[in-house]
C-alpha cells in the first residue's frame, strides 16, 4: 500500500499537492465476552472506536460516547444479536417495494427481453420475420410499447432499488455488524448482476439466502446458497447433468409417476448448454466457498463433485415457469405430494431431478458415495466440505482478513478454526472468539485496514450525519471511485486487501469525493457542517481542521495528518485541480453490464425530504466555501482512508 500511495502523493506533487505524500454460547445465553483491550494499552475510548471502525460502517456524531456508556461488550453481543429496532430505515425503504418481491413475482414482472418478445410476435404486434431488420430504434420503440402494455417493468428498475437499498441499510442501519457481515457473505459466495440470466434473481439471494444466516451455521449458509437459482445460474450447475441430453427421459426410468406419459424432454437451457457434467460450482465450492485453493482436493475431486450434484436445478419459475418450464407439466402431474416418492425434491426455488442425476459410485476426497444416493448424495457433500478442517481454516482467515488485518497472526486465525470446528462452524462463536484474542487489539491492527470505496463513501455521510434521498447518486460515486457494487464478475469477489484499492486513479478519486461531498455538489446528500460543531463557525481553517478532524476521526493521534494537511486549506484551486488530475488517471474498474449506468429509470429515486423546506440560517451558513474545502480535504486523506 506504502509504495502505492507514493506514486500518488507523486502525482499531487505537480499540483502543489505534496504535503500529502508522506502516508496515506449457547442459543439464549448471554455471551461471557471480557475484551483484552487495556492490556495492549488502549483506553476503554480508544477501544470504542477501535470496535466502531471494524463493526459498523463508521463511527456517526457521538457514537463513542455511547458505546462507552453502554459497555464495550454489551454493545458488541447486542450488535451480534442483530435485532435492534430499524424503524426509520423500514420507512426509507418504503418507497422500493419490488425488493421485497420473491423470484416466482419477479420472473412475472420483470420478464427478460426473449420472453416479451416471444409473446410480442405470439400477439401479433412484432412480426417474426422483420426481427433484427430494419429500424433498431422502431423495434425497440415496438417492444417496450408492448412491455408497456403489459405492465411490465424493466430489470434494470428492478436492480436500481436493490442498490438504493444496500446504500440506505449501510448508512442508517442500528445493525451495524449484520449489515457488514451481510456484505462479507455475498462477497464470499458472489454472484454478479454481470450474468444476465441470473440478475433478477440476485435481490432474493442476498435478502433470503445471506441476510438470514450471517451468524449461523456455516454448513447452513452453504447449502441455502448451493440451492439458490442466482448461485446455480451464475456458476452453471442448473444445466449440469449426469447424462446427455439425449439420454434425458423424464419418464423411462419406471418411477410410476402417475398421469406422466413416456417421452424425452429437453428443456430450454440444455438445449441452449448442451447439457451434460459442468464442473464450475463444484470447483468453486471448494476453491472458493470452503475448503480454499489449497484446501488439498485434486481435478478429479471436482469432477466426482460434479457428478454428486447433477440434477440439482431450478424449480419452475413464474407463471410460465421460467428456466424451469421443462419440468412445470411433469410437476403438476405427478403432483407436489408424489415428488419425493418419485425421487424430486423440490425446496422453495431448488429442484433436485432425479433422471438428471449420476446414479453411479464416486469418491471425493476419500469419501465413497455408493451408487444411487440421489439428493441426499449433495447434501452429504456439503456438509462434509462445511465441516472440513480446510474450511475452518480458510473461513477463518477470510473473517480474520476482513475485520483484523490484512495479514492476520496465524495464532488468531487457529482460534478461530478451532472455535469452529468445536461449535459445528458456528459463525458468531467464531467472531466472539476473533474479538476476545489480544491479537485483535494489538497495535498491529489499529487502523491497519483501507477502506473500499463504499466503506469510504458510507463512513463519510456517517461522520458528516449526512441525510441520503438519492442513494443511487451515492452509488455513482462508489462507482467512479472502482468499486461497482454487485457487478464483480469473477466469483471470487472483491478482494478484501488494501492494495487492491490503493492506486493513483483511486486516491485522487477519494479526494475529488471528499470535496464534492463536503461542498454539497452530490445531489440528494445534504449536510450541516455547523450543527455537527454545535453551530459554532471556527475561526480559521487551521481551527477548523483542527475541530473537524477530532470529530470526523475520534480517539486517534491526529498530529502527523494536521500538519500534512494545513498546506491544502487554503488553496482556492485545489478542487479543480484534484478533478483534473483524476480525471486523467481513470480507475481500472472490473467487466460489468453497462445497463443502468447513467439510467434514471421509473421507480422511486428520492426518498421524501420533510425537513427540504426548512432552510435555517446555520444550514445556510454551511455554504462557506472555507470550511466545505477543510472537512472534503479530511474525507480525502489518507488518515481517513484507515480504518
Not at 198 to 213: G, K, S, T
Not at 373 to 400: C, D, R, W
Amino acid at each position: 500500500m506504502k509504495a502505492s500511495v507514493k506514486i500518488v502523493f507523486a502525482s499531487l506533487s505537480i499540483l502543489s499537492l505534496s504535503v500529502l505524500t508522506s502516508s496515506f454460547q449457547k442459543d439464549n445465553e448471554p455471551y461471557r465476552l471480557s475484551f483484552p483491550y487495556k492490556h495492549a494499552g488502549l483506553t476503554e475510548r480508544q477501544a470504542a472506536a477501535h470496535l466502531l471502525s471494524r463493526f459498523t460502517y463508521g463511527a456517526k456524531s457521538g457514537d463513542v460516547d455511547a458505546l462507552v456508556k453502554e459497555g464495550l461488550e454489551k454493545w458488541y453481543q447486542r450488535q451480534l444479536d442483530g435485532d435492534l429496532s430499524d424503524k426509520g430505515l423500514e420507512s426509507m425503504l418504503e418507497p422500493y417495494k419490488d425488493i421485497n418481491l420473491t423470484n416466482d413475482e419477479v420472473q412475472d414482472k420483470y420478464p427478460r427481453q426473449p420472453k416479451v418478445l416471444r409473446m410480442a410476435i405470439k400477439d401479433g404486434v412484432i412480426n417474426k420475420d422483420s426481427v433484427g431488420k430494419g429500424d433498431p430504434k422502431v423495434y425497440r420503440k415496438q417492444l417496450q410499447g408492448y412491455r408497456e402494455s403489459k405492465g411490465y417493468g424493466q430489470e434494470q428498475d428492478l436492480l436500481r432499488q436493490f442498490i438504493n437499498q444496500k446504500v440506505l441499510r449501510a448508512t442508517y442501519t442500528n445493525n451495524q455488524l449484520h449489515e457488514l457481515l451481510t456484505d462479507f457473505w455475498f462477497n464470499h459466495f458472489n454472484v454478479s448482476l454481470t450474468k444476465n440470466q441470473c440478475a433478477a434473481y440476485v435481490p432474493a439471494f442476498e435478502r433470503d439466502v445471506i441476510r438470514p444466516n450471517v451468524t449461523g451455521k456455516f454448513s447452513s449458509l452453504l447449502m441455502a446458497t448451493a440451492k439458490s437459482p442466482a448461485m446455480l445460474i451464475y456458476l452453471d450447475n442448473y444445466t449440469s447433468s449426469g447424462k446427455p441430453v439425449a439420454n434425458t427421459d423424464m419418464d423411462g426410468m419406471q418411477m410410476g409417476m402417475s398421469g406422466v406419459k413416456p417421452r424425452q424432454l429437453k428443456t430450454i437451457e440444455q438445449r441452449k448448454q448442451g447439457g451434460g457434467l459442468n464442473e464450475n460450482y463444484a470447483r468453486e465450492v471448494m476453491e472458493l466457498h470452503t475448503l480454499g485453493v489449497d484446501g488439498g482436493y485434486t481435478q478429479s475431486d471436482v469432477t466426482q463433485a460434479a457428478r454428486v450434484l447433477t440434477g440439482w436445478t431450478i424449480a419452475p419459475l413464474g407463471e410460465d415457469g421460467a428456466y424451469g418450464a421443462a419440468y412445470k407439466k411433469v410437476i403438476d402431474r405427478i403432483g407436489p405430494a408424489n415428488l419425493a416418492k418419485n425421487g424430486f425434491i423440490k425446496d422453495g426455488d431448488f429442484l433436485f431431478v432425479p433422471t438428471r442425476h449420476d446414479n453411479e459410485e464416486k469418491i471425493v476426497l476419500g469419501k465413497k458415495f455408493a451408487a444411487g444416493g440421489g439428493y441426499q448424495e449433495g447434501v452429504e457433500l456439503l456438509n462434509m466440505l462445511a465441516h472440513h478442517s480446510a474450511t475452518a481454516k480458510f473461513i477463518s482467515q477470510k473473517l480474520a482478513t476482513r475485520f483484523v488485518n490484512d495479514q492476520p497472526d496465524p495464532k488468531l486465525v487457529d482460534k478461530m478454526a478451532k472455535t469452529f470446528l468445536s461449535t459445528d462452524g458456528d459463525i458468531k462463536q467464531v467472531l466472539i472468539t476473533m474479538v476476545s484474542a489480544p491479537e485483535f487489539w494489538s497495535v498491529k491492527s489499529l487502523r491497519e485496514k483501507t477502506k473500499s470505496p463504499f466503506e469510504l463513501a458510507i463512513s463519510a455521510v456517517r461522520g458528516l450525519d449526512a441525510q441520503v434521498t438519492q442513494p443511487y447518486q451515492l452509488y455513482n460515486w462508489i462507482n467512479k471511485m472502482g468499486q461497482k457494487m454487485y457487478y464483480y464478475q469473477a466469483p471470487t469477489g472483491f478482494p478484501d486487501r488494501g492494495q487492491y484499492w490503493i492506486n493513483t486513479g483511486a486516491l485522487l478519486n477519494r479526494m475529488n469525493f471528499g470535496l464534492a461531498l463536503a461542498a454539497q455538489r452530490i445531489p440528494g446528500v445534504k449536510i450541516d457542517l455547523l450543527a455537527l460543531n454545535n453551530n459554532h463557525e471556527p475561526e480559521s481553517s487551521e481551527a477548523a481542521l483542527n475541530t473537524y478532524s477530532k470529530l470526523i476521526m475520534p480517539e486517534r493521534d491526529l498530529s502527523k495528518t494536521l500538519e500534512r494537511l494545513k498546506p491544502l486549506l487554503n488553496d482556492p484551486e485545489l478542487t479543480m485541480k484534484v478533478a483534473k488530475a483524476a480525471e486523467k488517471v481513470p480507475v481500472p474498474q472490473p467487466k460489468v453490464n453497462t445497463m443502468m449506468a447513467g439510467e434514471k429509470g421509473m421507480m422511486p429515486e428520492a426518498i421524501p425530504d420533510s425537513s427540504a423546506k426548512r432552510k435555517s440560517a446555520t444550514t445556510q451558513k454551511t455554504n462557506n466555501n472555507m470550511l466545505a474545502q477543510v472537512v472534503g480535504v479530511i474525507i480525502g486523506s489518507p488518515e481517513f482512508q484507515r480504518k
